[in-house]
């Protein structure tokens, strides 16, 4: 049984198979997890409930995992802190630790473009500045004022 202060965990998953993993996974950790089969579902729980944390997959058939936590940090605005929830969720990518995936949920960026962006860094080093990412085949000026307010080092 659950008490007022177990951990409130928001799965949000397309594929069902996914979502129950994660709701049986996070019980056993002793956490509340509730399960949200879209963006709007998930939306719906966040207006009407408080949630500790909020785990999205990226891509889901109404929307991104993105737009849901631009949702969340405006649904609960006063949150604060790493464990304060959605305020506080950080949505930018990070040039030297982003794998292929994780860059291709930037606009504009597809697998080869991402593909690109890892390669240059496995080979000439960490990004020193955002600016660094011109060097990499696939991205001009207009793709970088595009992502800019994305990335981190």
Known sequence: MMTDKTPRVLVVDDEADLRELLVITLGRMKLDATAADSLGAARRL???DR???CLTDMNL???TGLDLLRHAAQAA???EGAGGGAAAVD???SL???GVEELQTLKGIGPKTAASIVAWRDREGPFESVDQLMAVKGIGEMTLSRIRDRLSL
């Open 61 to 63: 058939g109404d929307g």
């Open 51 to 53: 949630f500790d944390l």
């Open 91 to 93: 949505t930018t990518v």
């Open 46 to 48: 966040l207006d009407s």
């Open 96 to 98: 030297n630790n982003a």
């Open 77 to 79: 605005p006063e949150a």
